[in-house]
């Protein structure tokens, strides 16, 4: 048995979800990130950072080319960075260096994840708001809940608001912290869960994890170890939140 019945195919028919889970593979992962870097470079050319001719092929490049997840171990496992080790990979795939030097230019990594992770929680809540009776109280928590979490982060102000307009994301601002965005969804999704009521053993059995998978978001923190719980606590608590959603289309709480 895997690490996680999630993604084990005996437990399929019972805990997989054909929608969200998708969303949670490395695959997701580097195609957001490098729509991110695409975005990035073509709005850092409208200021003249970045050339315009470096910037359109970083972007087309960004959506052309494949990196494969299992090459990027190594280097993740030296820095502990897995979008650094993205960056080296995509420079190399280019092969293009006087294009490729300028990808990810004087930008966060940390931030850049980030982002890319609103851009799939933004299709997470989509997804989650087709399942929700529009009237329940958790639908309409999700509108005050979006801002918080769907946001563009980057140090300079003016690359952070063409990042955010190209990617249709909100501005963060200066002193905004992705982790207040994994609060603010931990809290919404401990409050989904206790006004859903569970049919089946497998929504009963999620229905228990989901207060404690939801503490570690809860407490979130920007370091380097808070960003490695986030990433080991918020693929479990959406996919059990999704288990615990998955077979009523409408869920009134």
């Excluded at 805990?15 to 998708?22: K, L, R, T, V, Y």
């Excluded at 695409?38 to 050339?51: F, I, Y």
């Excluded at 990617?167 to 809290?187: N, V, Y």
């Amino acid at each position: 048995m895997p690490a996680t019945p999630f993604d084990s195919p005996i437990w399929r028919s019972v805990f997989h979800d054909a929608d969200i889970a998708p969303l949670f593979t490395d695959t997701a992962v580097l195609r957001a990130e490098l729509l991110v870097m695409g975005t990035l470079a073509l709005t850092q050319a409208k200021s003249g950072t970045v050339p315009e001719i470096s910037a359109q092929a970083i972007q087309r490049a960004g959506m052309e080319i494949q990196v494969d997840p299992a090459g990027l171990h190594q280097v993740t496992g030296e820095s502990g960075d897995p979008v650094a080790a993205l960056i080296a990979a995509f420079q190399n795939e280019m092969k293009a260096p006087e294009h490729a030097k300028w990808v990810h230019h004087d930008s966060d990594t940390a931030l850049t994840a980030a982002t890319a992770r609103a851009l799939r929680m933004r299709q997470v809540l989509g997804i989650f708001q087709t399942r929700l009776h529009p009237e329940s109280q958790s639908a309409g928590a999700l509108d005050n809940l979006r801002p918080h979490l769907l946001r563009a982060y980057h140090r300079d102000a003016a690359t952070r608001a063409g990042l955010a307009k190209g990617l249709g994301l909100q501005d963060a601002g200066d002193d905004a912290s992705p982790a207040h965005g994994l609060i603010c969804f931990a809290q919404w999704a401990l409050d989904t869960a206790e006004m859903t009521t569970a049919h089946t053993p497998a929504q009963e059995a999620v229905a228990q994890m989901i207060p404690h998978l939801c503490q570690p978001l809860l407490a979130a923190e920007d370091t380097a170890t808070g960003r490695l719980v986030a990433n080991l606590a918020l693929p479990q608590l959406c996919l059990g939140l999704a288990t615990l959603t998955g077979t009523q289309t409408r869920v009134a709480n």
